[in-house]
Every structure is written in structure tokens, then in C-alpha cells.
């Protein structure tokens, strides 16, 4: 029988929980915060829990997996830029923690997961949606954005697109305004923090 449990359990079942952080540290910490949380019971092998607490790149490797875990997978992470975080949710993570919550904010996340619930720390959440809301590039501005990130000028970009250099001026003042950037370097820059890079470089 699967280990996942049923959303519709009262909010008092116990979680069975694995914790599997890379970092030693951390996973003695969290075995010690999480043994009189009310709402948990800790149990060794991550086939036999509902929950499984671990790192961003242990979770995004399980996630990625052809055969992916039961389990529900919760981050906790030091990595809290917004791409890293959307990344993690669009890839299907049940929660997200920073590795500096304390213990109210992680006993918090238990009762949600015990209540079927997803959970993601209120600052790295807002954070990862920020930008959700701008106004979407248009094709020939993410191909000026992934030029200018290479460290294209203006003459280079213009060749490469087989533009005019006024229409090249033209595109990186309207991604500048959407992105809210000051200048090109702040622009790949922000661009960077949100992720629209790595499919333009790849």
C-alpha cells in the first residue's frame, strides 16, 4: 500500500516523516526539531513515509525521476533566490522551507501536510511570484535578451537577426521597461534571478 497519505485523514493522524538532507548538520537539526512535533512520527527509510524533508537538489533529482517518489517532498534550502524557488514548484515540490526557519515555522508546515496541504515559507512564496504579473517578452525580445547576455553589442545583435541597429534599440527599450531594469547589465542581471535565461542559453 502506498505510503502517501489520504488528504481527507483528521488533522490529528501523525505524519509518517523521512528526513534526507545531504547536509549532516541539517538532518541532525531537523531530526531534532521534528521529535516532539505533535503532528509527526519519524521514520527511517524514505519508502515508508508520506513526507520526505531534504535538500533542493536531492528533491529536484527525485522529482526528475522516471519513476518519481510517492512521498510528498518539502525543501529546505539556504538556496532561496525566486528562480530557484518557481522551479521547484512548477516541478511539483509539496513545500519549501528556508534553511533559517525556526521551529514554530516547521511545526507550521508539518500540521499542513498533515491536513493535505501544500506549504511554502511566506517570504520565499511572494518572492517567487513577484514577477509573475510582467508583461511577457515577445519572441524577438528574448532573442535580443539571450544576445545581450552574451555580451553582445548593439552593431552584433543587429547581424545576428539580420535587424537594424534602431530596431535592436527599440526591442532592449521595451524589455528594459518590462523587466524594470536601469540598464542592459541590470537587465540580464534580473533575468538571471528569475530564470528567463536558461532556456535562451541552453
Known amino acids: 500500500m502506498s505510503a502517501r497519505f489520504n488528504s481527507a485523514e483528521p488533522a490529528r493522524a501523525l505524519v509518517p516523516v523521512s528526513i534526507r538532507h545531504a547536509e549532516a548538520i541539517v538532518n541532525a537539526g531537523l531530526v531534532r526539531l521534528l521529535a516532539d512535533c505533535p503532528h509527526v512520527r519519524l521514520v527511517e527509510a524514505s519508502e515508508d513515509a508520506a513526507v520526505i524533508l531534504t535538500d533542493y537538489a536531492d528533491a529536484m533529482a527525485r522529482l526528475s525521476a522516471a519513476r518519481p517518489d510517492v512521498a510528498r517532498l518539502v525543501i529546505v534550502s539556504q538556496r532561496e533566490r525566486e528562480w530557484e ?98 540598464a542592459r547589465t541590470h537587465a540580464v542581471v534580473l533575468a538571471t534571478q528569475r530564470g528567463m535565461l536558461a532556456d535562451l542559453l541552453s
Do not use: W
Open 85 to 182: 524557488v518557481r522551479a521547484a514548484m512548477m516541478a511539483g515540490v509539496d513545500g519549501y522551507l528556508p534553511q533559517r526557519c525556526d521551529a514554530d515555522e516547521l511545526h507550521h508546515a508539518m500540521r499542513a501536510l498533515a491536513q493535505g496541504r501544500r506549504y511554502f515559507n511566506k517570504e520565499l512564496l511572494e518572492r517567487a511570484m513577484a514577477h509573475l504579473g510582467d508583461s511577457a517578452l515577445t519572441v524577438r525580445e528574448s532573442q535580443v535578451l539571450g544576445l545581450l547576455a552574451t555580451g553582445c553589442c548593439n552593431k552584433r545583435i543587429a547581424l545576428t537577426l539580420d535587424i537594424g541597429v534602431g530596431t535592436v534599440k527599440t526591442h532592449i527599450k521595451s524589455l528594459l521597461g518590462k523587466l524594470g531594469a536601469r
